[in-house]
């Protein structure tokens, strides 16, 4: 029987290291974002773990927050270059993030990713204020360059 143990100690779960991490290495990208900083907001510890291990070569700064209204306060205190958030949270099912996050940074970009949506909700998430959406899986080898696209705008 195949178990998977999602609580994190001092080890990654197997599932985690065999899949995601050996089977998905990113590539050494050309990428350098010392100067970026990105703030990940999933209520999943797992997903913002995969994210993140996808940011390190790139060097970037990065947040990850579980909490959508915490993660709120962090956007009002820092100053993001990038914001990569699920937008449909155990408890807090609704969009009000993006407009929340609109309201404080009328130009930072934001990537919506989510697992569940219907077809109509992409056209709420754009309307709302996201740049970019993507279904998870993520496409985890192309990341950086979107992110890259994202972050260099100017």
């Not at 940011?55 to 970037?60: R, V």
């Not at 270059?81 to 407009?99: G, H």
């Amino acid at each position: 029987m195949f178990q998977f143990n999602r609580t994190w100690g001092t080890k990654c779960p197997v599932f985690f290291k065999t899949i995601i991490v050996d089977t998905l290495k990113p590539k050494a990208p050309n990428y350098n974002w010392t100067d970026k900083s990105i703030l990940i907001i999933d209520d999943d510890h797992l997903n913002c773990k995969v994210i993140a291990h996808f940011l390190d070569p790139t060097l970037c700064n990065y947040s990850c927050q579980v909490n959508p209204q915490k993660a709120i306060s962090l956007i009002k205190e820092n100053n993001f270059d990038l914001i990569f958030t699920e937008v449909l949270f155990r408890k807090y099912m609704n969009y009000d993030i993006l407009e929340q996050i609109r309201s404080i940074n009328k130009t930072i970009p934001i990537i919506v990713q989510t697992a569940y949506f219907f077809y109509y909700q992409r056209y709420m998430f754009f309307e709302r204020g996201a740049n970019a959406f993507f279904t998870k899986p993520l496409p985890f080898r192309q990341l950086p360059g979107i992110l890259n696209s994202y972050l260099y705008l100017d």
